[in-house]
């Protein structure tokens, strides 16, 4: 059964603060992870994709991937109180194009 | 580039009745997918084509529903005879060479 694990929160972070999110997929063909945001009652909106190891940046985003231990991260810097939503991982496993969902991580960023 | 639209965005039906759903991809895209969400839990996929061509169909997924795309632009999902455990978020994604999957807003289910 191809798995991927997040914590389902909530996570409370200060507003300015760092927030840290993770994720970890069992299956070590996964070639592309992405993480998406969901506002309450809204659909996913995909905010950063990253295919390869190390860190990468999109303005206060930075997805970090590790394939040796299966693990991928997404950090928020400067968490502003818009930030708060569920962020999802997803993995792709390259045979085809089917997404494998992590359950989500409920993010609240306090005043 | 107006985005995945799907319609309508909210059904209300009562158990037995048939229902169908309307995705427009992003008018390049020619990867195309349908996802079940409920409450707590990430999306689960149901089917995907690619072109006209459905190329895979969840194995969970039960025969009373059906999904089309013809002529590779918009599809229809259609779920018969509905249940109360159907009621969820419909969720339709589409694609072109990348992996990444663009979600439109959804189509809330509830079945009385």
């Known amino acids: 059964q191809k798995e991927v694990e997040q914590n389902s929160g909530p996570l409370s972070v200060p507003e300015g603060a760092i927030a840290s999110l993770n994720c970890t997929y069992s299956?070590?063909?996964?070639?592309?992870f992405f993480w998406y945001r969901q506002y309450s009652g809204k659909s996913p909106e995909l905010i950063m994709s990253?295919?390869s190891n190390g860190d990468k940046e999109d303005g206060r985003f930075t997805a970090q991937l590790n394939k040796a231990s299966q693990y991928v991260s997404l950090l928020i810097r400067d968490s502003q109180p818009s930030d708060s939503a569920t962020y999802l991982c997803a993995v792709n496993l390259g045979s085809n194009y089917q997404l494998i969902w992590g359950a989500g991580t409920k993010l609240i960023i306090k005043p | 580039d107006t985005g995945v639209s799907q319609d309508p965005r909210h059904k209300i039906t009562k158990r037995g009745q048939n229902v169908t759903f309307r995705c427009d991809p992003i008018s390049e895209h020619n990867r195309l997918y349908w996802y079940r969400q409920t409450l707590g839990q990430g999306p689960e996929f149901l089917t995907y084509f690619q072109n006209e061509a459905q190329l895979e169909k969840s194995r969970l997924l039960s025969d009373r529903f059906s999904a089309e795309r013809p002529k590779g632009s918009f599809s229809t999902l259609e779920i018969q005879r509905t249940e109360q455990g159907d009621s969820a978020m419909y969720l339709c994604?589409?694609?072109?060479?990348?992996?990444?999957?663009?979600f439109g807003p959804g189509t809330r289910l509830t079945v009385l």
């Open positions: 994604a589409s694609s072109f060479i990348a992996v990444e999957q663009f």
């Open positions: 990253i295919y």
């Open positions: 299956d070590r063909g996964s070639q592309s």
